[in-house]
Nanobody, 124 residues
Framework: QVQLVESGGGLVQAGGSLRLSCAAS????????MGWFRQAPGKEREFVAA????????YHADSVKGRFTISRDNAKNTVYLQMNSLKSEDTAVYYC?????????????????WGQGTQVTVSS
């Protein structure tokens, strides 16, 4: 059974940085893709970034490109989301997701397992 545990969320001022972590267990993830999504109050969940575990190929949403970076540590089975130059509109619950197909896609239907989420609040 896949388990995804996010951490690293919190309260930060606009312009600041946070690094989210997603510790994955229960499978061999070398053929998986991992994604980060977020959901702000009253809004639909949206794609943030994805990475193909085997190659490190990554894909970022236009809204975060140049500010956020997804990466993975194979030895620790952990995926990270480094968030810099944070804005108030980045405030949301951030979710980690794992997809068996291995496609680093923005389509949330391609992801099979989800973490519980971690809150990120950016104060202006």
């Amino acid at each position: 059974q896949v388990q995804l545990v996010e951490s690293g969320g919190g309260l930060v001022q606009a312009g600041g940085s946070l690094r989210l972590s997603c510790a994955a267990s229960g499978r061999t993830f070398s053929t998986y893709a991992m994604g980060w999504f977020r959901q702000a109050p009253g809004k639909e969940r949206e794609f943030v970034a994805a990475i193909r575990w085997s190659t490190g190929y990554s894909y970022h949403a236009d809204s975060v490109k140049g500010r956020f970076t997804i990466s993975r540590d194979n030895a620790k089975n952990t995926v990270y989301l480094q968030m810099n130059s944070l804005k108030s509109e980045d405030t949301a619950v951030y979710y980690c997701a794992a997809g068996r197909t291995g496609w680093a896609t923005s389509n949330e239907n391609e992801y099979d397992d989800w973490g519980q989420g971690t809150q990120v609040t950016v104060s202006s």
